[in-house]
């Protein structure tokens, strides 16, 4: 049960189901679930350590904003992890996580064409995850967590503009281009630029005048990596 309702609750976050900032009661999620306060109060437990959510002391719970702040910090984490991490893994090259990779490349074209977010989201995930596949266990968790956390802002990104989805599926398969020709700098810079592209799309929508600092001190950790093939 506790497992059902961390779950539900975390998919209905991450999707904006439940949106950003909406405050909501124990009761009233216990009974949207179906579910006893006890395997509700960990679930919620989970999502406050995530930091997806905060339980107040009269028993509300508040969903964690989106904001300029977590966007820059969000995004610059995924670019330190995963520049490194597809580094590594293109200089280890897996062919196996590369088919994958190229596999899901194609259903998220698919996808894009019939205008399927969801479906689109599943191989984008399993994209990323196949490009940086093989790393150490503590960094791969971490990669996904974010990964996951930044499906809000992804949706605000696509939702802007019908560009954007063009521009994202170029950024993709530039990326599998590098990692397909060996270049494990040249595919930590292009992660790093695709991530930095999305995340300033949406403070557009959201803060235009926001200066992503931690970004882009982590776009430039990224590019350093040149210096280490």
Known sequence: MVSYAHQQLRDAILSNAIPADTTLSQVQLAKQLGLSRTPLREALRLLEHEGLATVEVNKKVTVANVSPED??????L???????AIFAA???????NVDRAREHLTGMEDAVNGQDYEQW????RVFHMSLVAGVN???TRSIQQHFDHADRYRRIYLSESQTNWGRSMVEHRSIL???LSRKPAEAAELLARHYSHTARGVLTAID???TP???NAAVTMALSLRFQQ
């Open 71 to 76: 966007l820059d910090a969000l995004y610059a």
């Open 137 to 139: 266990d503590r960094f």
């Open 213 to 215: 600092d931690l970004m």
């Open 177 to 179: 281009d590098a990692v």
């Open 78 to 84: 995924r670019i330190q992890q995963e520049s490194l």
């Open 121 to 124: 989201a599943q191989h984008h």
């Open 90 to 96: 293109v200089r280890a090259f897996d062919p196996e």
């Open 208 to 210: 235009g005048d926001y």
